[in-house]
């Protein structure tokens, strides 16, 4: 999975329609291979993030979990202190 898009399920408050819609942007961008399609492909472009927003949306309604929500910080902070532990080791 590219490391753009984060998981949306089971956090409170629940995903944006804007958190949706960018992940769905970051998906097609990836499987398109660009992330300015040429006008002779803006429509096909705009329209598969409409659609793959909309599915996902339906999807992340209809998922169902006994787990509490997670809390959107504390989860940023992981992201944050994976990232930092992974570059340390790089460098």
């Known amino acids: 999975m590219c490391r753009n898009i984060r998981q949306l ?3 409170e408050p629940a995903a944006s329609s804007q958190e949706v819609h960018d992940a769905a ?4 961008r ?13 429509e096909a472009f ?3 993030v409409a659609e793959i927003a909309h599915v996902t949306q339906h999807l992340l309604d209809d998922l169902v979990t006994t787990a509490p929500p997670k ?3 504390e989860e940023a902070a992981k992201r944050r ?9 790089t460098g």
Not at 81 to 89: L, N, Q, T
């Open 81 to 89: 202190a994976r990232s930092a532990e992974r570059y340390a080791r």
């Open 71 to 73: 809390n959107r910080e």
């Open 25 to 28: 942007l970051q998906y097609v």
């Open 30 to 42: 990836k499987i398109a291979g660009t992330t300015k399609p040429s006008k002779a492909n803006q």
């Open 9 to 11: 399920h089971n956090f």
């Open 46 to 48: 705009d329209r598969a």
